[in-house]
C-alpha cells in the first residue's frame, strides 16, 4: 500500500478518537449536534478526498464543492472556518493563465478556504447595516494603511500583472479578507463560543496528529504531495537531536506549536465551562502535549508568556501566580534528578545545547535586518536579500537564508512605516481589549474572561512571530485573531447586560444570562 494511504488510515483512525472525545463538551459549551455531525463529517470528506483523488485538480475542484455546499447550512461559518483550518496542508499549484499570462495565480487549501467560505460571506457582509462599515476603528486604519502600502511597493517592484496577483489579489484574500469577515462576522457571545470551540477542536486533532508522529518518526502527510502529483516546499522530515519535530497539517513544526498555543489561548476561556473535569483534564494535557511535539522553542516561551499574561489579567493574580509557582516547584526535582528532565533541558531556549546554532543565526539574522533598514528606513528595500550581508546567512547543502522573524521581513520590504502599521494593528488589539475589560468591571463574567484570554494569546502570537517567518498559516491565524479582538472591542462596547460566569458544574450553553448584543455601533 502506497504510504499516503497507510498515512490516511491512521489520520483517519486518530480523528475518528478525537472527534469521539470532543463532541460532548463542543456540544455541552458551544455548538449543535448538527453543527458538530456537519463540520466533522466535512473534515473528514476533505481529508479522504485529498488522500484518495490522485491528482491536484480533481481534489481542489471536489473539496472547493464540498465547502460551497456546507456553508449554505451554516449560521455561524467563522466557526466553521475555524474548524476546518487545519485540515490539510496549504500545498499549492499554480492555476494556468490560458497562454495570456504565465499563470493566474497559486492556489492551496488555506486559499480554497478562503475562496469558498470567507470570501461568500464578505459578500453577504456588505448588505449588512453601516455600523460594519471598514475604517472607523484604529485596527481598521491599520491594516488599511498597511494593504495599501504594500500594494504601492509591490507595484514598484514588478510587473503590472504581478502587483495585480501578489499586490491586490493575494493582499486582499490572505490579510484583508480574513480579518474583516472575522471581525465583522462574529457579533456575540454564543458566536465567540463556538468559534473558540471550532478552534480548539481543530487544534486538538492537529496534537493528536502531532503527537503520534512525535513517537513514531513518520511525517503523515509528507506524502500527501507525491499522492496529488505536485511538489511543496514545506512538510520535510526535520530533527532537533534524535527525536522528530512534529508539524502534522501545518508545513513546519514551528507552525503546528504556533496554531496549538493559540488553541490554547482560547480553551483557557472555555475550560471553565467545560461540564466533565476530566474531559477539561484530558483536553489540556492533549494540547499541552501538541505543543511540546514540534520541539519548536519559539512557541514555547510564547505559552508562557500566554500563561503569565492570562493570570496577570484574572480576578486573582496573587493566587494564580502563587499556584503556578507551587507546581513550578514541584516539577524541579522531576527536571534535575532524571533523565527526562535532563533531556528536556537540554531543548530549552538559551540553557539547552540542542541546536544552539540556531539561537545564534537569529541574532546574527536581527542584527544585520536592523541595519538593513537603516538603509532604508521609511519604505524598506524589495532585493535586501541580495546584499552582501544577508548572503553571509546562507546555510544548508541548498544555500538557504532563512528569515526567521516576521517583524524583520515586515521592516525590510516596507520600513519602519510597514512595520509601524503592521505592528500597530496588533497594539491597537491588545490595548482596545484591555479597554474593553475594564468597561466589563466584573472580573467574574464571561465577557471578561474572553478578553483575558484574547489578550493573552495576542501576546503569545506577537512573541513568536519574533521566532518565525510568516509562512504556511501563520499570518491568516493572527490576521483572523485581530479580527476576534475587534469583534470583542465592538461587542464589549455594546453589551446590555454582562454575562455571568459559569461555573465547571453548570451547563455552558443558557438562555437567560446570555448577552444581548446589537450591531448599532462600532
Not at 503527537?211 to 502529483?229: A, D, P, Q
Not at 484574547?454 to 501563520?474: E, F
Request: glycine share 8%.
Amino acid at each position: 500500500m502506497p504510504e499516503h494511504l497507510r498515512a490516511l488510515v491512521v489520520i483517519i483512525v486518530l480523528s475518528t478518537v478525537v472527534f469521539a472525545f470532543a463532541k460532548a463538551p463542543a456540544c455541552a459549551v458551544a455548538m449543535s449536534p448538527a453543527d458538530f455531525t456537519r463540520r466533522r463529517n466535512l473534515w473528514i470528506g476533505v481529508t479522504l478526498v485529498a488522500f484518495l483523488a490522485h491528482n491536484f485538480w480533481i481534489y481542489i475542484v471536489v473539496s472547493g464543492a464540498m465547502l460551497l455546499i456546507t456553508i449554505g447550512r451554516e449560521k455561524n461559518r467563522v466557526a466553521l472556518f475555524f474548524f476546518m483550518l487545519f485540515a490539510l496542508p496549504p500545498i499549492e499549484a499554480e492555476i494556468t493563465g490560458l497562454g495570456l499570462i504565465r499563470f493566474l495565480f497559486s492556489i492551496d487549501y488555506i486559499r480554497l478556504l478562503l475562496l469558498t467560505v470567507l470570501l461568500p460571506t464578505f459578500f453577504a457582509l456588505q448588505k449588512e447595516r453601516p455600523s460594519l462599515a471598514f475604517g472607523h476603528s484604529l485596527i481598521d486604519k491599520c491594516v488599511a494603511g498597511y494593504v495599501v502600502l504594500n500594494i504601492a511597493l509591490i507595484f514598484t517592484a514588478t510587473t503590472f500583472t504581478n502587483t495585480l496577483r501578489q499586490g491586490v489579489f493575494y493582499t486582499f484574500i490572505d490579510i484583508f479578507l480574513p480579518y474583516y469577515v472575522v471581525s465583522r462576522s462574529v457579533k456575540n457571545v454564543r458566536d465567540f463560543r463556538d468559534a473558540s470551540m471550532a478552534l480548539v477542536v481543530a487544534a486538538l486533532l492537529l496534537s493528536a496528529i502531532g503527537l503520534f508522529e512525535f513517537v513514531r518518526h513518520w511525517s503523515l502527510y509528507k506524502s500527501l504531495e507525491r499522492g496529488l502529483g505536485v511538489y511543496w516546499n514545506y512538510g520535510g522530515y526535520l530533527n532537533r537531536g534524535d527525536a522528530l519535530r512534529a508539524q502534522a497539517s501545518s508545513g513546519t513544526p514551528i507552525a503546528l506549536g504556533y496554531a496549538i498555543v493559540v488553541a490554547s489561548g482560547f480553551a483557557l476561556y472555555l475550560q471553565k465551562f467545560v461540564p466533565n473535569r476530566m474531559m477539561r483534564t484530558l483536553g489540556g494535557l492533549l494540547l499541552l502535549g501538541g505543543v511540546l511535539a514540534p520541539l519548536s522553542r519559539g512557541p514555547w516561551v510564547g505559552f508562557a508568556a500566554m500563561i503569565l499574561v492570562f493570570i496577570a489579567l484574572g480576578p486573582t493574580p496573587i493566587r494564580g501566580f502563587v499556584s503556578l509557582g507551587f507546581v513550578s516547584l514541584l516539577l524541579v526535582p522531576l527536571v534535575v534528578a532524571t533523565d527526562i528532565g535532563a533531556s528536556i533541558m537540554n531543548y530549552l531556549p538559551f540553557v539547552g545545547k540542542i541546536d544552539v546554532e540556531n539561537i545564534t543565526y537569529r541574532q546574527r539574522l536581527f542584527e544585520v535586518a536592523v541595519d538593513a533598514i537603516i538603509k532604508n528606513p521609511l519604505f524598506g528595500a524589495f532585493d535586501y536579500i541580495y546584499s552582501p550581508a544577508f548572503q553571509e546567512l546562507k546555510q544548508g547543502d541548498y544555500g538557504i537564508i532563512d528569515l526567521v522573524n516576521s517583524y524583520a521581513v515586515v521592516g525590510l520590504s516596507s520600513g519602519l512605516i510597514g512595520l509601524g502599521l503592521f505592528c500597530g494593528a496588533f497594539a491597537a488589539v491588545v490595548v482596545g481589549v484591555v479597554k474593553a475589560m475594564r468597561t466589563v468591571g466584573d472580573k467574574n463574567t464571561e465577557l471578561y474572561r474572553l478578553g483575558q484570554a484574547l489578550t493573552a494569546t495576542m501576546v503569545a502570537i506577537l512573541v513568536i512571530i519574533a521566532t518565525v517567518s510568516s509562512v504556511t498559516i501563520i499570518p491568516l491565524v493572527y490576521w483572523s485573531v485581530a479580527g476576534l479582538g475587534a469583534a470583542y472591542m465592538r461587542m464589549a462596547g455594546t453589551a446590555e447586560v454582562p454575562v455571568k460566569a459559569v461555573t465547571s458544574g453548570q451547563r455552558a450553553v443558557t438562555s437567560r444570562t446570555a448577552v444581548h448584543i446589537s450591531s448599532s455601533r462600532t
